[in-house]
């Protein structure tokens, strides 16, 4: 008996099941069909609709899951008893379907049909759905009794036995009645009316069991197709008779009522067709043939099933794809396009989920990257657009581009394709205006008119911006670093597009095997910079390469060196060829067939590809166009010979494949092919246009159609690709090497022609990449050495305009090397011009090697120190950046003798200032600032050479600044302003202040910074950090350190990166000075840190971790700081050893090692007069802890009076420093006023002073300096015994530095109050709560945050 639970309606039979389901998806049909429509037409409309096929899916398959799970049972129980239900053909009639207690009949669901990722998932999920809604059962009157007499211990042995194919049979039979609504094979109705008689008594005893089984079922309900007698078929031929050993099903000694119907009837022999009839779809069709073909055994055909998990795992598919294995193909649409390959990632999801959790962790704060490498074709950039389907899905924006062996000349050809096809798409999209226009006036705001030079490497970012923007002769040929510049506008570019649509950016570039140096520099700026946001900038890499290609000298690994040096990780994900399960996968889903008939179609493929995805498919395209693979129209599904394809000669390797299949077209196709081929992998539709003409080469579109055709060239929007590298690779090799430089060079010189009469810059390097690919040899006319060194010289001056300096000096040195012999008699001025402007190409590039090279050849045929003057500014400018400071100056000072500029050394420092201020005394500043413009080339040279000069002897001659100063101003005001004329204003302000007068150096350095707005900006970044350092002595600290962003972005913006590190650092410099919390000055010395690492600033590097390491000590962090450069820069370098001399001073005088004081002020004092010429913020510090240090020195010292003289000095400096800006140092006069007294033993002056210094750096708001204060007041009435004042301040001094963050050093100042005050001392009211030792932080921060600005 069935019982039913309250949770569950009463259950039907299959039969009456399959009418109500049949009928409510006949009134499920639009009323107008349904009213139109015959009943018979209406349910064969029914029968294949969703809300018929879905749920019969669903009872489909839960009866053979309830089969397999009986199979596993007696399995289990080694054949001790019979679980399984006996086989017979009315097996519906002993079926029961059970619904959800709302009624559900397991109608389609979106949730689970097509949305499960994996088969084990999508099975899960189906047995959680089914539970759910519908489930159907084999009533216990199917299966056979253990207390069978003997004959049943025979069956026990069939249904023990290994083979279920009777089973399958059975369950085939149950499924056609469940498919065609409810009717029954017309073969088996045949056999059953022939056996009426015979049965009858057996149908009665099978009717009354069935209902007494189903209970408390209404009998009305049963539909008993039992009723009519099964026939009793002994003495007729039966295909049993042959395997009656394998099934057993033949009559032994006598027959029971129970298993007649099945062991007295032929089984086989039933048609689908009748299905087919009723438009159920084919591969379910097929599926019941294949169950019902299984019972034929030897006789059955290939597909016919084996096993009963196959029919689970063949409708588990049906149900989670039914797009690809239920519903029919249309084949005769597929006929005519043949076979169409899908867009699905195989056997990737493992390494997508790890690209995906990569970008994850990325765009949430650490910044980290990806690579995929892999052998070509293996499917490294299916699977990054995969993942970049994932990106946009998310929010995030994703950009493209891919670099081309055969396009290296192009300047950033990737990153523009990437950056310049999102722009395009911006323009083309009316949805996306509203972001469009906040992107232009985001960036606008941003960069101003800097944002120009972005356009010139994308173009369609001129239309975003406006016409305004395109504007040429706003072009500065001076800029100190234009690379460097245009890095950092694509940092701020990204960030604009990150903030403007509040999501991370995904940058893919592919083939980075073929990137430049340039482009991976960019790359690895994105990477590590995040421009002048203090935001984390979300931003993602991820870039494929082919496995073994990338060398120890690639780009590609200066960026891995570089990151893993700056602390950003990397995901490596290497793609293996596909096995031979997700091959059959692949093929399966493309032919949309189910797995386990394509088996064997999949393991001829693979054998032949070895699993590498770009031959299997082009494998079977080709046995798709050779008819081998092809639709069958009768049989509604993909057919394929398998004796002919295992029978064709194909190559093992995909080259060779596809040079093969390339052989076979047409010779005007085949040309065609090799004439793109040579510009790379994708051109646009217009250049081939422009290629027809231009090679007069008519019908090259037409032909390069018909290979679109063959699938091996795509059309994707204006381009023309190939379908993959290795078949663009296999059409360039079809002509031998000699021949293809001669194409490439009679193709580049009609292009250049062409470039010439239309004004085309995209043709020129297009036409000069031709040629140079060529070589010289390829030349047969040497006339024409000379038209393409001039065509190469355009070239790379469109590669300066562009920022690519690699490109760049590729053009110039390939001019060069077209230069016939004699060129510098015969064609001096072109000459000239390509050295002049290779050489600069190598400095920016780093290149000193091919500098010098290309210098000694202008230096030695220069025809005037004139035309040799470009080429000495830049060995003096590499010497410079070496490190070679004393060579560049003497160098320097060689150049401007010759120039007739002679600095005048001879006279004291006082007469070349005072000389200087009388020049200057002359003409107001209205005056000097409408000062006329200097044009004279070699003037404009000669104040490079100054500037530089002064620079570097600021760091080694600081005494001959003034000279040096004094020249740039002469010329300035002789000669009209030049570019440079700002930095000898704003040196001449900074010397001023040095010297004590502050008013007139701030007065000069206000105008260096009015001088920039009529002069350029290209010393901008120099100019600002300067007059910066003047400001703080005349404005509060804290407000005219804000200027320090300013140079930043102006040092970024004209490429500038020395001086952008130095506005950076002195920024830093500057909180510091102003007691901004320690914590945040440890990240914001990081971020210094990082980008001086990032740059290779040794100097600026080993300073910066000096202050680093104080501190970290004032923190009480255990982090190691290691500077392994220090030694050696202490030795050679006198601002390091000075920087060195004070730190070690000023942290031992905090924790109050007398000893160590003392040594490193001495060797301060001993290396300071040789310093920068200029007042700097650092100069702060020096006179106050020197100051406090030699005062505590006179104390205990003997020689008492030298300290208190340098004291005192330190006193007056900090005094006539507070008459100009009382809020930034008049607490620091009050302190050593105070210690002052204190050495004199004045206590009551003291007194006074240590609570004027404290009150003071309470309302300037230095906390720090507050704790110092009170400090410094304990020990004073500590030495005078008023124990209680003394503690009291020592409280107070720890409540502030514990505010301030210096945690070691709180816990130093109570360590020394323990022990020098009794324990009724410390514990009086004076000593609260707070007044305890301090938990020191361990925790390293994080030092992958990004080198911002600061």
Same mark, same amino acid.
């Given at each position: 008996?069935?019982?039913?639970?309250?949770n569950?309606?009463?259950?039907?039979?299959l039969?009456?099941?399959?009418?109500?389901?049949?009928?409510e998806?006949?009134n499920?049909?639009?009323?107008?069909?349904?009213?139109?429509?015959?009943?018979?037409?209406?349910?064969t409309?029914?029968?294949?609709?969703?809300?018929y096929l879905?749920?019969?899916?669903?009872v489909?398959?839960s009866?053979v899951?309830?089969?397999?799970k009986?199979?596993?049972?007696?399995?289990?129980?080694?054949?001790?008893?019979?679980?399984?239900?006996?086989?017979?053909?009315?097996?519906?009639?002993?079926?029961?379907?059970?619904?959800?207690?709302?009624?559900?009949?397991?109608?389609?669901?979106?949730?689970?049909?097509?949305?499960?990722?994996?088969?084990d998932?999508?099975?899960n999920?189906?047995?959680?759905?089914?539970?759910?809604?519908?489930?159907?059962? =084999?009533?216990?009157? !199917?299966?056979?009794?253990? /207390?069978?007499?003997?004959d #049943? @211990? &025979?069956?026990?042995?069939?249904?023990?036995?290994?083979?279920?194919?009777?089973?399958i049979?059975?369950?085939?039979?149950?499924?056609?009645e469940?498919?065609?609504?409810?009717e029954?094979?017309?073969e088996i109705?045949?056999?059953q009316?022939?056996?009426?008689?015979n049965?009858?008594?057996?149908a009665?005893?099978?009717?009354?069991?069935?209902?007494?089984?189903?209970?408390?079922?209404?009998?009305?309900?049963?539909v008993?197709?039992?009723?009519?007698?099964i026939?009793?078929v002994?003495?007729?031929?039966?295909?049993?008779?042959?395997?009656?050993?394998?099934f057993?099903?033949?009559?032994?000694?006598?027959?029971?009522?129970?298993?007649?119907d099945?062991?007295?009837?032929?089984?086989?022999?039933?048609?689908?067709e009748?299905?087919?009839?009723?438009?159920v779809?084919?591969q379910l069709?097929? =599926?019941?043939?294949? !169950?019902?073909?299984?019972? /034929?055994g030897?006789?059955? #055909? @290939? &597909?016919?099933?084996?096993?009963?998990t196959?029919?689970?795992?063949?409708?588990?598919?049906?149900?989670e794809?039914?797009?690809?294995?239920?519903y029919?193909?249309?084949?005769g649409r597929?006929?005519?396009?043949?076979?169409?390959?899908?867009d699905?990632?195989?056997?990737?999801?493992?390494?997508?989920?790890?690209?995906?959790e990569?970008?994850?962790r990325?765009?949430?704060?650490?910044?980290?990257?990806?690579?995929?490498?892999g052998?070509?074709?293996?499917?490294?950039?299916?699977?990054?657009?995969?993942?970049g389907?994932h990106?946009i899905m998310?929010?995030?924006?994703?950009?493209?581009?891919k670099?081309?062996?055969?396009?290296?000349?192009?300047?950033?050809?990737?990153?523009?394709?990437?950056?310049?096809?999102?722009?395009g798409?911006?323009?083309?999209?009316?949805?996306?205006?509203?972001?469009?226009?906040?992107v232009?006036?985001?960036?606008?705001?941003?960069l101003?008119?800097?944002?120009?030079y972005?356009?010139?490497i994308?173009?369609?970012?001129?239309?975003?911006?406006?016409?305004?923007?395109?504007?040429?002769?706003?072009?500065?040929?001076?800029?100190?670093?234009a690379?460097?510049?245009?890095?950092?506008?694509?940092?701020?570019?990204?960030?604009?597009?990150?903030?403007?649509?509040?999501?991370?950016?995904?940058?893919?570039?592919d083939?980075?095997?073929?990137?430049?140096?340039?482009?991976?520099?960019?790359?690895?700026?994105?990477?590590?910079s995040?421009?002048?946001?203090?935001?984390?900038?979300?931003?993602f890499?991820?870039?494929?390469?082919?496995?073994?290609?990338i060398?120890?000298?690639?780009?590609?690994r200066?960026?891995?060196?570089?990151?893993?040096q700056?602390?950003?990780?990397?995901?490596s994900l290497?793609?293996?060829s596909m096995g031979?399960?997700?091959?059959n996968?692949?093929?399966?889903q493309?032919?949309?067939?189910?797995?386990?008939?394509?088996?064997t179609l999949?393991?001829?493929?693979?054998?032949k590809?070895?699993?590498n995805?770009?031959?299997?498919s082009?494998l079977?395209?080709?046995l798709?166009?050779?008819?081998l693979?092809?639709?069958?129209?009768?049989?509604?599904r993909?057919?394929?010979?398998?004796e002919?394809i295992?029978?064709?000669?194909?190559?093992?390797?995909?080259?060779?494949?596809?040079?093969?299949?390339?052989a076979d077209?047409?010779?005007?196709v085949?040309?065609?092919?090799?004439?793109?081929?040579?510009?790379g992998?994708?051109?646009?539709?217009?250049?081939?246009?422009?290629?027809?003409?231009?090679?007069?080469?008519?019908g090259?579109?037409?032909?390069?159609?018909?290979a679109?055709?063959?699938?091996?060239?795509?059309k994707?929007g204006?381009?023309?690709?190939f379908?993959?590298?290795r078949?663009?690779?296999?059409?360039?090799?079809?002509?031998?090497?000699?021949?293809?430089?001669?194409?490439?060079?009679?193709?580049?010189?009609?292009?250049?022609?062409?470039?010439?009469?239309?004004?085309?810059d995209?043709?020129?390097?297009?036409?000069?990449?031709?040629?140079?690919?060529?070589?010289?040899?390829?030349?047969?006319n040497?006339?024409?050495?000379?038209?393409?060194?001039?065509?190469?010289?355009r070239a790379?001056?469109k590669?300066m305009?562009?920022?690519d300096?690699?490109?760049?000096?590729?053009?110039?040195n390939h001019?060069?090397?077209?230069?016939?012999?004699?060129?510098?008699?015969?064609?001096?001025?072109?000459?000239?011009?390509l050295f002049d402007?290779a050489?600069?190409?190598?400095?920016?590039?780093?290149?000193?090697?091919?500098?010098?090279?290309?210098?000694?050849?202008?230096?030695?045929?220069?025809?005037?120190?004139?035309?040799?003057?470009?080429?000495?500014y830049?060995?003096?400018?590499a010497?410079a950046?070496?490190?070679r400071?004393?060579?560049?100056?003497?160098?320097?000072?060689?150049?401007?003798?010759k120039?007739g500029?002679?600095?005048?050394?001879?006279?004291?420092?006082?007469?070349?200032?005072?000389?200087?201020?009388?020049?200057?005394?002359?003409?107001?500043?209205?005056?000097?600032?409408?000062t006329?413009?200097?044009?004279d080339?070699?003037?404009?040279?000669?104040?490079?050479?100054?500037?530089?000069?002064e620079?570097?002897?600021?760091?080694?001659?600081p005494?001959s600044?003034?000279?040096?100063t004094?020249?740039?101003?002469e010329?300035?005001?002789s000669?009209?302003?030049?570019?440079?004329?700002?930095?000898?204003f704003?040196?001449?302000g900074?010397?001023?202040s040095?010297?004590?007068?502050?008013?007139?150096?701030?007065?000069?350095v206000?105008l260096a910074?009015?001088l920039?707005?009529?002069?350029?900006?290209?010393?901008?970044?120099?100019?600002?950090?300067?007059?910066t350092?003047v400001?703080?002595?005349?404005?509060?600290?804290q407000?005219?350190?804000e200027?320090?962003?300013?140079?930043?972005?102006?040092?970024?913006?004209?490429?500038?990166?020395?001086n952008?590190?130095?506005?950076?650092?002195?920024k830093?410099s500057?909180?510091?000075?102003?007691?901004?919390?320690?914590?945040?000055?440890?990240?914001?010395?990081?971020?210094?840190?990082?980008?001086?690492k990032e740059n290779?600033?040794?100097?600026?590097?080993?300073?910066i971790?000096?202050?680093?390491?104080?501190?970290?000590?004032?923190?009480?962090?255990?982090?190691?700081?290691?500077?392994?450069?220090?030694?050696?820069?202490?030795?050679?370098?006198?601002?390091?050893?000075?920087?060195?001399?004070?730190?070690n001073?000023?942290?031992?005088?905090?924790f109050?090692?007398y000893?160590?004081?003392?040594e490193y002020?001495l060797?301060f004092?001993?290396?300071?007069?040789?310093?920068?010429?200029n007042?700097?913020?650092?100069?702060?510090?020096?006179?106050?802890?020197t100051?406090l240090?030699?005062?505590?020195?006179?104390?205990?010292?003997?020689?008492?009076?030298?300290w208190?003289?340098r004291?005192n000095?330190?006193?007056l400096?900090?005094?006539?420093?507070?008459?100009?800006?009382?809020?930034?140092?008049?607490?620091k006069?009050y302190?050593?006023?105070?210690?002052?007294?204190?050495?004199?033993?004045?206590?009551?002056?003291?007194?006074?002073?240590?609570k004027?210094?404290i009150?003071?750096?309470k309302?300037?708001?230095?906390?720090?300096?507050?704790?110092?204060?009170?400090?410094?007041?304990?020990?004073f009435y500590?030495?005078?015994?008023?124990?209680?004042?003394?503690i009291?301040?020592?409280?107070?001094?720890?409540?502030?530095?514990?505010?301030?963050g210096?945690?070691?050093?709180?816990?130093?100042?109570f360590?020394?109050?323990k022990?020098?005050?009794?324990?009724?001392?410390i514990?009086?009211?004076?000593?609260?709560?707070?007044?305890?030792?301090?938990?020191?932080?361990?925790a390293?921060?994080?030092?992958?945050?990004?080198?911002?600005?600061i």
């Open positions: 008996m069935i019982n039913n639970s309250s569950e309606h009463d259950p039907l039979l039969s009456e099941w399959i009418r109500q389901t049949l009928n998806a006949a499920n049909l639009p009323p107008p069909i349904v009213n139109s429509l015959t009943a018979q037409v209406r349910d409309l029914a029968l294949c609709s969703d809300d879905i749920p019969a899916l669903r489909a398959w009866l899951d309830q089969m397999c009986k199979v596993e049972q007696q399995k289990v129980t080694a054949g001790q008893s019979s679980l399984l239900p006996v086989p017979r053909m009315n097996w519906v009639d002993g079926i029961v379907v059970h619904l959800h207690p709302d009624g559900s009949r397991g109608g389609r669901r979106s949730n689970f049909i097509g949305n499960t990722t994996t088969e998932q999508a099975r999920a189906y047995e959680e759905e089914d539970l759910d809604t519908i489930r159907a059962e =084999l009533l216990p009157s !199917m299966f056979k009794s253990d /207390n069978n007499d003997d #049943g @211990d &025979d069956d026990a042995k069939h249904d023990n036995g290994s083979s279920t194919t009777p089973h049979y059975s369950l085939g039979l149950v499924f056609y469940i498919f065609s609504g409810g029954r094979p017309p109705i045949e056999q009316q022939n056996n009426v008689a049965e009858s008594c057996d009665e005893a099978e009717d009354f069991s069935v209902q007494e089984e189903l209970g408390d079922l209404d009998s009305s309900l049963l008993n197709h039992a009723a009519a007698p026939i009793d002994e003495g007729q031929l039966s295909i049993f008779d042959t395997i009656e050993d394998d057993n099903l033949l009559p032994k000694k006598r027959h029971t009522t129970e298993n007649s099945f062991q007295k009837n032929k089984c086989g022999a039933v048609s689908v009748p299905l087919k009839g009723k438009r779809p084919v069709c097929d =599926l019941i043939a294949n !169950m019902i073909d299984c019972i /034929n030897t006789l059955s #055909g @290939d &597909d016919a099933y084996q096993s009963m196959h029919v689970r795992d063949d409708l588990q598919l049906m149900l794809r039914p797009a690809i294995y239920l029919d193909q249309d084949m597929l006929s005519m396009t043949g076979l169409q390959l899908g699905t990632v195989f056997g990737r999801n493992e390494k997508l989920s790890s690209l995906k990569c970008y994850r990325s765009i949430s704060g650490k910044t980290e990257f990806a690579f995929i490498s052998h070509a074709g293996i499917g490294k950039s299916f699977l990054t657009y995969e993942f389907k990106v998310s929010g995030g924006i994703f950009l493209a581009g670099f081309d062996q055969l396009q290296q000349g192009k300047p950033f050809s990737a990153l523009a394709a990437a950056f310049n096809g999102y722009c798409m911006l323009m083309q999209s009316s949805e996306l205006q509203k972001r469009r226009a906040v232009a006036s985001t960036l606008k705001s941003s101003g008119r800097e944002a120009y972005l356009t010139k994308i173009p369609s970012l001129n239309d975003i911006l406006g016409s305004e923007q395109s504007d040429e002769t706003f072009y500065d040929d001076n800029c100190v670093d690379q460097r510049r245009l890095q950092y506008l694509l940092c701020q570019f990204v960030e604009v597009l990150s903030s403007s649509y509040t999501a991370p950016v995904t940058l893919f570039l083939d980075l095997q073929w990137a430049d140096s340039a482009s991976i520099a960019a790359v690895t700026q994105l990477l590590c995040t421009g002048s946001s203090s935001k984390q900038k979300q931003f890499f991820v870039g494929c390469h082919r496995e073994g290609i060398d120890s000298t690639h780009p590609v200066e960026l891995v060196c570089n990151a893993e700056l602390g950003v990780s990397f995901t290497k793609l293996d031979e399960e997700t091959l996968a692949m093929v399966s493309t032919l949309c067939v189910l797995p386990r008939l394509t088996r999949s393991n001829i493929i693979y054998r590809t070895k699993g995805p770009l031959f299997v082009q079977m395209l080709s798709n166009k050779k008819n693979l092809f639709p069958s129209l009768n049989r509604r993909w057919e394929w010979d398998i002919k295992m029978s064709q000669k194909l190559p093992d390797d995909v080259a060779v494949f596809f040079t093969q299949s390339i077209l047409p010779s005007n085949r040309i065609s092919l090799f004439h793109i081929s040579c510009f992998a994708s051109v646009d539709i217009a250049f081939v246009k422009i290629l027809e003409i231009a090679l007069e080469m008519r090259l579109c037409d032909n390069l159609d018909v679109v055709d063959e699938g091996l060239l795509e994707k204006d381009q023309l690709r379908s993959h590298d078949i663009q690779e296999a059409a360039y090799n079809t002509l031998p090497a000699d021949e293809r430089c001669i194409f490439h060079h009679v193709c580049g010189m009609a292009l250049a022609s062409y470039s010439t009469s239309e004004s085309d995209n043709i020129l390097l297009a036409a000069v990449n031709q040629i140079n690919l060529g070589g010289p040899s390829a030349i047969q040497t006339s024409q050495s000379f038209t393409i060194a001039t065509v190469n010289l790379g001056q590669a305009v562009m920022s300096f690699g490109a760049a000096y590729s053009y110039f001019g060069i090397s077209f230069l016939q012999e004699g060129y510098w008699q015969e064609h001096y001025d072109l000459s000239l011009e402007l050489a600069k190409c190598a400095l920016t590039n780093g290149d000193i090697v091919s500098l010098n090279l290309l210098s000694e050849q202008v230096i030695a045929y220069g025809r005037s120190l004139e035309d040799k003057l470009n080429v000495l830049l060995v003096t400018c010497l950046f070496s490190s400071l004393p060579e560049s100056i003497q160098k320097s000072i060689g150049v401007l003798t120039l500029i002679d600095l005048k050394e001879s006279r004291s420092t006082e007469a070349c200032i005072q000389e200087t201020m009388t020049l200057l005394s002359t003409r107001t500043d209205d005056e000097i600032l409408n006329r413009q200097m044009t080339p070699t003037m404009i040279v000669a104040m490079k050479f100054l500037t530089k000069l620079s570097s002897m600021s760091q080694t001659t005494r600044v003034p000279f040096v004094q020249q740039i101003i010329l300035s005001l000669k009209g302003m030049s570019p440079m004329s700002p930095i000898g704003v040196y001449l900074g010397f001023m040095k010297r004590g007068d502050i008013s007139s150096g701030y007065r000069y206000k910074l009015s920039l707005d009529k002069v350029g900006r290209e010393c901008a970044g120099e100019v600002i950090w300067m007059a350092q400001k703080i002595f005349v404005e509060p600290i407000a005219a350190n200027h320090h962003n300013d140079g930043y972005e102006a040092s970024m913006v004209a490429g500038d990166v020395f952008a590190l130095l506005n950076a650092f002195l830093n500057c909180k510091y000075v102003a007691g901004v919390k320690l914590q945040t000055m440890r990240e914001e010395y990081n971020k210094s840190e990082r980008l001086a290779n600033y040794s100097i600026l590097l080993v300073v971790k000096q202050v680093q390491r104080d501190v970290l000590r004032l923190i009480g962090s255990d982090e190691e700081v290691t500077i392994p450069e220090e030694e050696i820069l202490i030795a050679s370098n006198n601002s390091v050893l000075k920087s060195y001399c004070f730190r001073a000023h942290i031992s005088f905090m109050r090692s000893d160590d004081a003392k002020v060797k004092y001993e290396c300071r007069e040789n310093a920068w010429a007042l700097m913020v650092t100069h702060v510090n020096h006179a106050l802890y100051g240090i030699s005062f505590w020195v006179a104390r205990k010292s003997r020689d008492a009076q030298c208190i003289a004291g000095e330190s006193k400096t900090l005094k006539r420093w507070a008459e100009s800006s009382p809020w930034t140092f008049e607490n006069w302190l050593l006023e105070a210690e002052e007294s204190f050495s004199h033993n004045d206590y009551e002056a003291a007194k006074l002073f240590y004027h210094a009150s003071s750096a309302f300037h708001k230095f906390v720090h300096e507050e704790a110092l204060a009170y400090e410094l007041a304990a020990y500590l030495e005078l015994g008023e124990m209680e004042q003394s009291e301040y020592f409280l107070a001094a720890h409540e502030r530095y514990h505010e301030w210096a945690f070691g050093k709180c816990n130093s100042l360590e020394f109050v022990s020098s005050f009794s324990p009724a001392s514990e009086s009211d004076f000593a609260v709560s707070s007044f305890r030792p301090v938990s020191l932080p361990t390293c921060p994080n030092k992958q945050q990004q080198a911002s600005s």
